[in-house]
């Protein structure tokens, strides 16, 4: 009888879909009758398959351990025996004991080793500390995806390595990459950045219209043009009014340049500005301009034709690909701009070459504006060196304005002593010139916290090394201060204000990232490791970048400091704060994390996977925070962006059901409101901590796993992400 009645027992009904994505309460009748008053169709949930019992991964568990002791290797700087040999790939990749069936899951990427070359001993750092002269390979080649990547730094090519196989083992365990999409990629990331067959576009189609491309030209010319100084404004004035008149008569390369400066420009605006300028939303514009750059360039027949306006528009595009198209391919598309300005002579001063004074000064305008191109690429790509030539000897541009320069002339220009319109830029060819000049492979030790070995002799070293690290930043603050005083002066326009801010920016991170562990206030109590203090690194980051952001906002330039935000490293302190739910330095993690995605708009969109993963590790943060508060009977706030992030962010039945209804009613962290702006950021990463991880080092978080395509061996240091490359060129 019971056993009849249990075989005829009706099935459990479960909520509706949308009542488990709302977390409500659902009657389970259908409808239900949250839905008849929503007045939408009520859908029946099927229940999650059954969740296979997490194991603990003997094969994980050693790969971390691997990867940790990696880490204190690079940091510890006192290790005076070096290997026999170079390490195997079969001794880095495998675990002491068999791999488990998890472990094999997938095609692992194929490593190929490069011998050291003859004579890499001679560019090693003057302060010979002996782990500099332990072997070292030349880099690795990593096939991933059917994609080839080198890197030339053997400790991150090797993390990766860990990192990799890591991912691999999660992916089968993990449920929860349903989802992230594993194809769901935006559509522009993939598309080929200049190879494409644009020529079909009729430029006509893309135009704007007269009153538009006055519009954007006066744009550029208060928000672009201060920053970059690509262009000599009196030459290209009769130009633009030449094109309002009829775009068409434009020559082509000309057309490049204006489509370029129209790009660039609508970058800078916020979508509401677009819509009132423009008629159409910015993505749209956007979408639009860059469809028409590349046209132009596709008939100018750029890799053939080299001009000056045809490389002022490559660069011009290459300004705005960044933060927006996949760093790698950006950074190839660096390569040939490089190239074409080497075949155009750039890389060799005009003074040599006898050319005339205005030739000569913008040729030096626009190396330099390439030399910090090629600089910010190569270090997101993974790479410590760049690809100028190693015999360019262009000096930096001269103090003067465009009204200081006539085409033609051939008196020599005399540079002026007071402001101008080059003093941003001034200051920045400065950074630029202590970037590519210093090659300082142990800096990164030092800041992450050389001194953990306590042998005297490592001591000494670590001191000596961290004292001239020292001694470079005060140099180089020496010569931002002697520029200011002589270049600056805020009452001359809002780009001096921002030059003057500059410098202290870059100073006082540099300062504080040197500032060794032990010294620290939260020494003992919130550090005790190098991990933890990469989290208080990155936390300062976003410190700085949104106190820069909020100095900026009012000056027309926040564009410039919000464009090379990397989610990477935004998504790695989440990773963190899992770990952290409470203490100091989580407190101040989540009073920044609010303003990061007030300033930030386009993190809100989930059609971006990156996005989606930084929502799935916000979420799971806030909730290990929240719980922990309310163990502590402890009162919290909630930042504004997580019932947003609860409401937009996709989750799996096993999320829905394990978060529950909230222990407590929480407060509002109320923050007033902002105006929106425009994004981007320029300078922000020569000092960003970009990437030291990649996004699955948090995979033993518990939480999904980030996107191997991403840069998984970037150097953390922006400022220095050129360190450890010979130096390239001579002064």
């Known amino acids: 009888m019971s056993t009849t009645s249990s075989q005829h027992k009706s099935p459990r009904v479960l ?23 929503a007045n939408v169709t009520c859908t029946p949930s099927t229940p999650a398959p059954a969740r296979k019992r997490r194991r603990p991964n003997q094969d994980l568990q050693e790969r971390l351990a691997r990867c ?90 090797t993390v990766h390595d860990q990192l990799t196989a890591m991912r691999q083992i999660i992916e089968a365990e993990e449920e929860e990459q349903s989802v992230l999409g594993s194809d769901a990629v935006t559509p522009d990331d993939n598309v080929d950045l200049l190879l494409n067959d644009f020529a079909a576009i009729d430029l006509e189609d893309v135009t704007p219209s007269p009153v538009q491309i006055f519009r954007l030209w006066q744009v550029f010319l208060e928000r672009v043009n201060p920053i970059t100084k690509l262009i000599h404004v009196p030459s290209l004035q009769p130009l633009v009014v030449e094109a309002a008149a009829n775009h068409s008569n434009v020559a082509n390369n000309a057309q490049a340049l204006l489509f370029s400066i129209y790009l660039v420009a609508t970058l800078t605006m916020t979508d509401a500005e677009a819509r009132q300028m423009l008629d159409s939303s910015k993505e749209d514009a956007l979408k639009k301009f860059t469809a028409g750059v590349k046209a132009a360039l596709t008939k100018v027949n750029f890799l053939k034709n080299h001009d000056m306006m045809t490389l002022q528009s490559l660069i011009l595009y290459l300004v705005s690909l960044q933060g927006r198209y996949n760093r790698h391919a950006a950074w190839v598309l660096s390569g040939v701009l490089i190239r074409i300005a080497q075949k155009m002579g750039l890389h060799r001063d005009g003074d040599s070459l006898n050319l005339t004074p205005y030739e000569t000064e913008m040729r030096r305008r626009l190396w330099w504006q390439i030399i910090m191109l090629d600089t910010k690429y190569a270090m997101v790509s993974g790479f410590c060196d760049t690809l100028l030539p190693w015999n360019w000897d262009t000096k930096t541009p001269q103090n003067v304005n465009d009204a200081d320069l006539f085409p033609g002339s051939t008196e020599p220009v005399q540079p002026r002593e007071g402001p101008t319109e080059m003093a941003f830029c001034l200051l920045l060819y400065e950074v630029g010139r202590f970037i590519v000049e210093n090659r300082i492979p142990d800096f990164e030790a030092v800041v992450l916290g050389a001194m953990e070995n306590e042998s005297p002799e490592s001591q000494a070293t670590n001191l000596a090394t961290l004292a001239k690290y020292r001694t470079l930043v005060d140099n180089l603050d020496s010569k931002l201060i002697a520029l200011e005083k002589k270049y600056c002066d805020p009452l001359a326009g809002n780009i001096h204000i921002v030059a003057t801010k500059i ?106 996977k990156e996005n989606v993963q930084l929502g799935i590790y916000m979420l799971k943060a806030w909730r290990a925070r929240e719980r922990s508060l309310v163990q502590l009977g402890m009162p919290y706030e909630t930042p504004l962006a997580v019932p947003r992030l609860q409401d937009i962010v996709p989750q799996s039945n096993s999320e829905v059901s394990s978060a529950g209804p909230s222990p407590a009613q929480p407060m509002k962290m109320e923050v007033p409101p902002r105006q929106d702006q425009p994004m981007d950021q320029y300078l922000g990463n020569f000092l960003d901590t970009t990437n030291f991880y990649d996004l699955d080092m948090w995979a033993d978080l518990g939480v999904p796993n980030g996107n191997m395509n991403q ?21």
């Not at 240091?717 to 002064?731: D, E, L």
């Open 68 to 157: 940790e002791a990696l880490l204190k290797q690079y940091a510890t700087t006192g290790s005076t025996t070096p290997p026999a040999g170079p390490p195997t790939v079969s001794s880095i990749l495998s675990p002491s004991t068999q791999p488990t069936p998890s472990s094999t899951a997938g095609p692992s990427p194929s490593i190929t080793q490069l011998p050291l070359p003859t004579g890499t001993a001679s560019i090693i750092d003057d302060i010979g500390s002996p782990a500099t002269s332990q072997w070292k390979p030349a880099g690795k080649v990593v096939v991933e995806d059917g994609s080839v990547r080198f890197m030339d730094s053997y400790l991150w090519a």
């Open 503 to 608: 410098r202290s920016m870059i100073i006082d991170k540099m300062r504080t990232m040197m500032i060794p562990m032990r010294e620290l206030p939260e020494w003992g109590t919130e550090i005790f490791n190098v991990q933890d203090n990469m989290f208080r690194i990155s936390l300062m980051h976003h410190e700085h970048n949104v106190e820069l952001y909020e100095f900026m906002e009012n000056t027309g330039f926040v564009w410039f400091f919000k464009l090379h935000f990397q989610i990477d490293v935004f998504i790695v302190m989440a990773g963190q704060l899992y770990k952290r739910p409470t203490g100091r330095l989580a407190d101040r993690a989540w009073k920044v994390i609010d303003r990061v995605y007030q300033f930030h708009e386009e993190l809100w969109d989930m059609s971006r």
């Open 711 to 731: 840069q998984s061996a970037a150097n953390m240091f922006g400022t220095f992400g050129n360190f450890g490359a010979p130096p390239t060129g001579r002064w």
């Open 15 to 37: 909520a509706c879909v949308l009542c488990q994505h709302r977390k409500i309460k659902c009657d389970r009748n259908t409808p239900c009758s949250n839905c008849i008053k």
